[in-house]
């Protein structure tokens, strides 16, 4: 586009908003800066922010150095705050420099927010959005992939192999074994994957040969890759699986589940050992299922994932489908993009009724004292899934084992969720049924009688010291989770740091920081000092003493913690040879 052009553009129509900006243009201080119009223009669909020419008619030229020789550092910038990528562009009318901004629009039923406010465009202004445009967005429903006729699409173009374990599925979750002898365009036509002889792209999904998905849909493949550290950026192994979606989850978890790249993990309780899988089958099942089920498929990207000695990451294309959040995903029913995928899925027994499973993730993840599943790297364009392999609190798995291995009705996962953040010191959030089930079972209780603060009962306490792990921390009486003693690292590192820095280092969400800030202030271990604007957080003088020597570990542990990454070392590259 040039500049002539840009000048004839509608601000309304066009969606164009024009600025001088000479000299300058606010990045994000205020509504009228470049985050305030990204996120207004996003949520009107897309359009651009012209820098560099007058607002008034007929839009004269006035040149701008805003963000000169820094445009590139502008596109991250915005990516990281908003998670959504801009284009810029650079033109020039006779010397004097114009600025594009190319906004893409907001993803489909999902709002875009600035300063916690959802904007749009009125005249010259930019206002909160009206209830009836946030309305029409949030209630936007995807279209349905994968109930679309895929053109020349046969039944010879079918697995044979796929749709025998569809019907053994399906037979087996309806409890009629005699759906497997029924023939096999009867099923499909009874599932709704045909229909006067037209298959639509469910089948190809759920049951397509490997020719079939090459001709019709390339990107329906799902690729692995092994990497030693987090630091390389080659792979050591990598593999591509493009198969039928009820033929490949068996192959992935093969791949995955190798002695080299799936150690088990081994707890020590009294004369018992406790044998733990670094990466647990079922989660990883539900997660590939997710990625696959839930993705966009006219996005050319396949279903990646990056696999280490410590965690693993399971990428798809599209963000969370709409209503869906990173803090509503156990609760949240939300409308499949690829519904009719789903439904097989469901109806054979492969996901959950809620058409998710990650209820089930969370669960396993609780009962086994590992980290939660980590969304936070998750965007408006990508669902990132980490899983990590560490145990993160011996303790606290043996802890809900011997709950629930004496119980008849087992804790939900809501349940083990407050046990978890009450044994983080976590106080906010907290399911209220959960909350007050578990008080009265006597697994949690408050520290003092006159105290609001909520700790678990003297079982787990008993099992942290049995296990060598000390609940004091940092402060005594507060248990620190690995997130805070990252966060306090930072702190003691970075004087006067602010939230918003931490969340840029860490990469972790703004609002997941300020509830960590804020039980690390009420355990006396951080100090705001300073206004909010220039001010910053500060480790409390009298406990990083104790802070900087609880985090040394002593030579004979490095030593030997050295030695066993050795011994992975050449155990990974001689057990991944033998299988190339």
Known sequence: MTVQELKHLRESED?????????QFSYNSGR????????????????????????????????????????????QDVYRDLKIR????????????????????????????????PLMRVGESLTRMSDEMYLSIIQEQEPDFSARICEGLTFGDL??????????????????????????LQVLTDLGLTENG??????????????????????????????????????????????????????????????????????????????????????????????????????????????????????????FPSGVTEDNILTVRSQP??????????????VERSGQGVDKMYYICLMEGKPLPD???????????????????????????????????????????????????????????????????????????KSKKLILCDLYYDLLKQSGGVSGGVSGGVNVSDIEKTILEVIQNNDNINTKQISELLGIPRRTVERYLAKLKEEHLIEFRGVPKTGGYYLK?????NYSNSTQESPKSTQEAKKSRKRLFLLSLFLLFLNQ
Request: with cysteine.
């Open 198 to 319: 037209n298959y639509n792209y469910a089948a190809l999904i759920l049951l397509g040969t490997r020719k079939a998905l090459r001709k019709y849909l390339p990107n329906a493949e799902v690729i692995i890759e092994y990497r030693l550290n987090h630091s390389m950026i080659s792979y050591t192994a990598r593999k591509e699986f493009q198969e039928s979606l009820f033929t490949v989850l068996d192959k992935v978890w093969d791949y995955v589940n190798q002695p080299a790249s799936n150690p088990l993990l081994h707890v020590q309780h009294k004369f018992r050992i406790y044998d733990i899988p670094a990466f647990n089958r079922e989660v990883i099942r539900e997660a590939v299922l997710n990625a696959i089920g839930h993705r966009i498929w006219y996005d050319l990207g396949s279903v990646v994932i990056k696999q280490y000695p410590d965690s693993i990451n399971i990428i798809n294309s599209g963000g």
């Open 86 to 117: 801009i284009k810029t562009e650079t033109l020039f009318d006779g010397g004097k420099r114009v600025l594009v901004i190319k906004i893409p629009s907001r993803p489909v039923g999902k709002v875009l927010y600035f300063e916690d406010v």
């Open 337 to 350: 993009r690829n519904k009719r995928v789903m439904e097989i899925l469901e109806k054979t027994g492969e």
């Open 32 to 75: 009228k800066s470049v985050l305030g119009y990204v996120s207004a223009l996003a949520n009107e669909g897309g359009g651009y922010l012209v820098s560099g020419i007058k607002e008034a008619k007929p839009h004269e030229v006035c040149g701008s150095e805003a963000f000169e020789s820094k445009e590139g550092k502008l596109e």
């Open 375 to 449: 969304y936070s790297q998750t965007d408006n364009f990508q669902v990132d899934l980490c899983l990590r392999a560490t145990i993160a609190d011996e303790a606290f798995y043996i802890f809900v084992n011997e709950i629930q291995d004496r119980r008849a009705d087992k804790l939900n996962v809501f349940d083990l969720l407050a046990l978890d953040k009450v044994r983080q010191g976590i106080s906010m959030d907290l399911p209220e049924l959960s909350v007050e089930k578990l008080q009265r079972e006597g697994l949690i209780k408050l520290k003092t009688p």
């Open 541 to 545: 003088r009298q406990v990083i003493a």
């Open 159 to 184: 697995d044979g192999e796929a749709i025998a374990l569809m019907k053994a599925g399906y037979a087996r979750k309806q409890k009629n074994p005699a759906f497997e002898t029924l023939p096999d």
């Open 15 to 23: 969606k164009v908003e024009f600025k001088e900006a000479k000299t």
